[in-house]
């Protein structure tokens, strides 16, 4: 007899007519809250119109920490203002960016045309 058996015939095996008794652990369904914190990082990174990126990126921090002590309220109300901040940044970042590329292309052509007639100029003397 090996020793498992040996210990069932001691102990005796299952009863078939005694109650069984189980637990039920109701487990809640784990919320996902984006933080959006690399969105955040991003926009801190190349996008940081009036310092909006580096904001947007402490209220997600504050988001993830919200989370981290499970305060999906807390969390998702930081992670929404979070994604509104990211979002002006972005629009604002990308505005400022074409701005500068309109302005410098202006620049460049009028002194393109300025160094032209300069030369055209010169010519006549």
């Known amino acids: 007899m090996i020793k498992e058996e040996h210990e069932v015939a001691i102990l005796g095996g299952p009863q078939g007519s005694g109650a069984v008794m189980s637990t039920v652990v109701n487990m809640q369904p784990e919320t996902v809250v984006p933080d959006h914190i690399v969105w955040s990082l991003f ?3 190349f996008f940081n119109f009036c310092c909006l990126g580096f904001v947007a990126f402490a209220y997600s921090i504050k988001s993830r920490d ?3 002590v499970s305060d999906v309220v807390g ?3 930081y ?3 979070a994604k509104c901040l990211n979002i ?3 629009v604002l970042g990308l505005l400022g960016t ?3 590329i309109v302005v410098l292309v202006v620049v460049v052509s009028s002194f ?5 007639q300069a030369a055209r100029g010169h010519r006549g003397y």
């Not at 393109?112 to 032209?116: F, H, M, S």
Request: proline share 0%.
């Open 88 to 90: 002006w940044a972005l």
């Open 98 to 100: 074409i701005g500068c």
């Open 43 to 45: 926009n801190t990174l």
């Open 79 to 81: 992670a929404s203002t």
């Open 112 to 116: 393109g045309q300025a160094i032209a």
């Open 75 to 77: 969390a998702q109300s």
């Open 66 to 68: 919200r989370k981290m």
